[in-house]
């Protein structure tokens, strides 16, 4: 199965997907938020161009994109990891960009996603409480290991990665370095 794509050889399609994707970072970083005004009018705008680039089968490609970017991200959302913005941001997206390329940055935007949790956290991190309770965990291991973890069960907090952005770098990303994108790794 042929999984190369090249975007420049769609400019209205990326020039639509980044001004999409910015305007959504944009929101979801200042808001917490990505707008169905931004949204939907691109899912609406990728549907109408792929007919008019691919006729019945560009609006295959599109839906097939819509839902290779936006299943993923149904399921995050139903189990309570993302937001509502994020599943329609990804499926439009997909819908823009088609199958393979929505694979691809669905893919590069997860990556991406995933190192700002990772940095996110760390920069959260109180270092004596961590020492504190690594200490105590390793003094009740010899009661075993359900216990101890029982016994440190962490506080829980809600934090979140505002996923807009991290879907603008990522189709960046596919955009501008195409020979290093997580698909480019398995031609």
């Not at 290779?68 to 149904?74: E, K, T, V, Y």
């Not at 979140?160 to 997580?182: E, H, N, S, Y």
């Amino acid at each position: 199965m042929d999984m190369t794509y090249d975007l420049t050889l769609m400019p209205a399609a990326a020039a639509l997907a980044v001004a999409c994707a910015t305007t959504a970072a944009v929101f979801d970083h200042r808001h917490g938020q990505i707008p169905n005004a931004v949204t939907y009018p691109c899912l609406l705008a990728g549907f109408m161009l792929a007919a008019i680039s691919g006729g019945l089968a560009g609006i295959g490609l599109a839906f097939a994109g819509l839902l290779a970017s936006g299943l993923i991200f149904i399921i995050a959302f139903a189990a309570g990891g993302c937001g509502g913005g994020d599943v329609k941001l990804m499926a439009a997206l997909g819908a823009v960009l088609g199958l393979w390329p929505a694979v691809d940055v669905t893919l590069a935007s997860l990556m991406i996603g995933g190192a700002i949790a990772v940095f996110s956290m760390a920069r959260r991190v109180q270092w004596g409480v961590l020492a504190r309770t690594v200490g105590l965990f390793a003094l009740l291991l010899p009661a075993g290991f359900r216990d101890a973890a029982t016994v440190l069960k962490p506080r829980e907090t809600h934090h979140t990665v505002r996923f807009g952005v991290a879907a603008a770098l990522g189709l960046l990303w596919c955009l501008f370095m195409p020979d290093f994108t997580p698909l480019s790794l398995v031609r």
